[in-house]
């Protein structure tokens, strides 16, 4: 067996593997977090509570409704998609003009809101959600056994991350939305409507979060606490790849991910804080994170 | 007197006037409580309200200063004054550390760098043995005052928190109104512009960092001591989140707005722990509320209503 | 007209933290008893509600009413926060005339209180906290610790799985004080039983949702058994990821904490196979039936385990020995009254017979559980079959390696 520092080698392939499977995640609800802040300029800390929220959705489906997960997949998204629409109507658009701090302080008590109802309904010990079946079981890589389902989700979230990056940069959508960030004014003289290309957009970046959350609820338990223990890392990412910047965040999360799988190796303790040296470290020397440009 | 208009004045001897008279008619450990949380807060409203800086990871120097006065006063046995400046020279220098390097940068970056930082602090605080990790530092006995006068009655501490909460409170007054405050007030409203006039305006944040960060220590340092008790909810993340939110809710840059807010959110925490459930909704609530529509804080409002600056 | 208007806000402000004035109740002398535990965290479901509920169904199981007895039941939430729980535990004793304070889960928050209870006088029945400390060096004459804990639980899940042939451990910590202690006390008994522990892997607490590199890693290990020390929803979790991983193929999985509550939320194609240890369980024998039947109807989304019994089985015996001594007298002395229940012997439909020791340690008896496959499964909550038993005297740890200061050397 090959050893690197001391750690047999499969074990160390298995643990990047691993890393890179958790990065994804960590990309996907970064990607929809940059895309608000790079459209709208608000720092959304309420997404935790909406990654939350579609894990919940799908399971709601499947109890209520008995609609398994390959829909949920799409109806999840949507149906939170809508919230988030509604959200961003009513209490978001109002923060437009103002300092971002203000969108933090108000999306930080949204999320102690939505995360309060939902412990005070559902308890905090966790809801059941099984993996589907055409997922169940693992394959032998020689190296380590992977659980099928692990492998889906990187498949799903690396086309997710890739279909949206290419629709932002490479489509006129995209194109019409990022020359509505620069200067909204104009955009719309040229008959835009940008208050709606805003809200779809919020709803967009909202839809990727409760994607995310329906990817994660066969693996966590779907509980209400599930958004806190992502939302402090996710953050990091974003800061890290640069604040507005869709690559970035894409880079930084499967990046941190690996980072973070090769820690838990060697100094397991430190997996949570290693992000934040890591976002410590890149602030200092590069302000605006890796791929980050606005002024 | 320290700067105080002719309104502030009344309002300062109205506050005076509580704070002698409250204890004989409610419960002083949780006045006690609310002095602690207010002078934080007044910590905390230095930067945001005069620097404008939003630090997101002010616990940090709360919870150190409390685990350091905790441990003396445990372990050593000193003086509680003793205890309590120590926490404060604990606060400043974790603050001059970690503000040397966050300093730099300025608004949300700002923010973001004092979370990952505090968060920093959470994770040696909960490997370093010295803080009892999940436990903390408990059963810490309250001391004596110069020597012989013992704190175990909660009147007898209460007046020295009363007299810790004042002094801060003033220091803070008097720092503000003071040429130093004028610049600080200069870099705020313009820092190009205080910089083309020569002033080295990184050093004057830092300055004005580390002064927030000592009085920080000092709030957490009398909590310590009054509870008997420091744990690592004095350094999480959420203890930033609620110092915020009491600022906010009092009035940002309001000189009593921090004081306001102290009062109702431990109030409000206080009521609302026998409907335990309901306490973060209704934290959230309020947040939401003050951004949307109440954002210049209680205080704020009512100064704005009565055309003062309180 | 600025000064009233000034006037006018020091009195708004005064009259808003009127009501925490509380007037001393007149008339006949009132018992309170204050629940405190977690009303809105990860122990939610373990405690919570349901204790509340446990412990007003004592008072109606005793005949308070029938007795002549003034007995007041509030409860408020310590969201897991030491600090928290000292504030609202100083003020229950202090203002509101509480005299006996229940539950209190999280075993950092149980120290803390029981410094309070200790220096006010008043008495700590713990049913939710696991810690031995709280029996050890930090025992207090004011305190029972009643239903369980971590040298029980080591003893009994870990004894047994390394008698069953599991003699290589590897261990799955949560990385704060109870995690920890709990490996160590599991460890002292693999080794004991001539086991070998392989490897630990210690995660950060709270906050780690995935613990995919670690059960790698403890496959890699190829120890027999994977010794989860941790709880509520990290176990849940892990024991989750650990199926998804084959580990469960290679590996006995040994929950060192788990509730019948926790298996209800993971289901049990997932916890199936799960050793466990608790020392009440609904199904155990027709007392623990009827005693869930009177309280199921309260409580129908969650029932008893062995946290919630405790809280019934504390209460009930504080009852009666407060019929026996007379109100006023147990209000008086909180370290008289405990020391009066210790003398008492414990009876009731949940534990059975028990006995308090003098240190504060109530000896209920350890019930090793395997969770049933699903198709085992014949009704609502059907989830254990019983493995094998500890009874009480053998199953905490020896009074004389507690080091309990107030114990006279024997």
Known sequence: ?295 | MFGFSRSQQIAFLMMLALIIVCPFVLYPVFLMRVLCVALFACAFNLMIGYVGLLSFGHAAFFGMGSYVAAWTMKFWHVDAVIAILLGGATGAVLGLCLGYLAIRRSGIYFAMITLALAQMVYFFCLEASFTGGEDGIQQVPRGYLLGFISLENDMTMYWLVAAVFLAGFLLIHRIIHSPFGQVLKAIRENEPRATSLGYRTDDYKLIAFVLSCMLAGVAGGTKALVFGIATLTDVHYSTSGEVVLTTLLGGLGTVFGPVMGAVLVTTMENYLAQFGQWVTVTQGVVFVICVLAFRRGVIGELGGALRLAL | MTISRRALLGTATAAAAMPLVRPRAQGAPTIKIGVLNDMSGPYLNTGGPTSVICCKQALEDFGVSGKGLNIEVINADHQNKPDLAVSIARQWFDRDGVDMILDVPTSSVALAVQGVAREKNKIFLASGPATTALTGEQCSPNFVHWTYDTYMLAKSTGGAMVKAGGDTWYFLTADYAFGKQLQADTTAFVQHSGGKVLGASAYPFPGTTDFSSFLVQAQSSRAKVLGLANAGADTVNSIKQAREFGVNQSMKLAALLMFVTDVHALGLDVSQGLNLTESFYWDLNDRTRAFTNRVKPKTPNNWPNMIHAGCYSATLHYLKTIAEMGVAEAKKDGAATVARMKKMPVEDDCFGKTTIREDGRNLTTAYLFEVKQPSESKGAWDYFKLMATTPGDQAYRPLAEGHCPFVKAA
């Open chain 1, 1 to 295: 067996m090959i050893m690197i520092f001391g750690i047999p080698g499969p074990l160390l392939f298995g643990q990047l593997l691993l890393g890179l499977i958790n990065g994804a995640f960590y990309a996907m609800l970064s990607l929809g977090l940059a895309v608000i802040f790079g459209m709208l300029n608000i720092i959304n800390f309420a997404h935790g509570a909406l990654f939350m929220m579609g894990a919940f959705a799908s399971w709601m489906l499947l109890q209520y409704a008995g609609i398994g997960y390959f829909p949920s997949l799409i109806l999840a998204p949507l149906i939170i998609g809508a919230f988030g629409v509604v959200l961003e109507k009513t209490i978001i658009s109002r923060l437009y003009k103002l300092d971002h701090l203000y969108g933090l302080l108000l999306t930080f008590g949204l999320a102690l809101v939505i995360q309060g109802l939902f412990r005070n309904y559902y308890g905090s010990s966790g809801l059941p959600y099984r993996i589907p079946d055409i997922l169940q079981g693992a394959t032998d890589l020689g190296f380590m056994f992977l659980p099928n389902y692990r492998g889906w989700v990187v498949v799903a979230a690396a086309v997710v991350c890739l279909a949206t990056w290419a629709i932002i940069e490479k489509t006129p959508l995209g194109a019409t939305l990022r020359a509505a960030t620069e200067n909204a004014p104009l955009v719309q003289a040229f008959g835009v409507n940008v208050p709606r290309l805003i809200t779809l957009t919020y709803g967009g970046g909202v839809a990727l979060a409760a994607f995310a959350g329906v990817l994660a609820a066969p693996i966590y338990s779907v509980n209400p606490n599930m958004g806190d223990n992502f939302i402090n890392t996710v953050f990091a990412v974003v800061v890290i790849g640069g604040m507005g910047s869709i690559l970035g965040s894409i880079v930084s999360g499967f990046g941190l991910g690996v980072i973070e799988g090769l820690t838990k190796v060697f100094y397991p303790q430190a997996s949570a804080t290693v992000v934040f040296l890591v976002m410590v470290i890149v602030l200092l020397t590069l302000p605006h994170g890796l791929f980050g440009r606005r002024a």
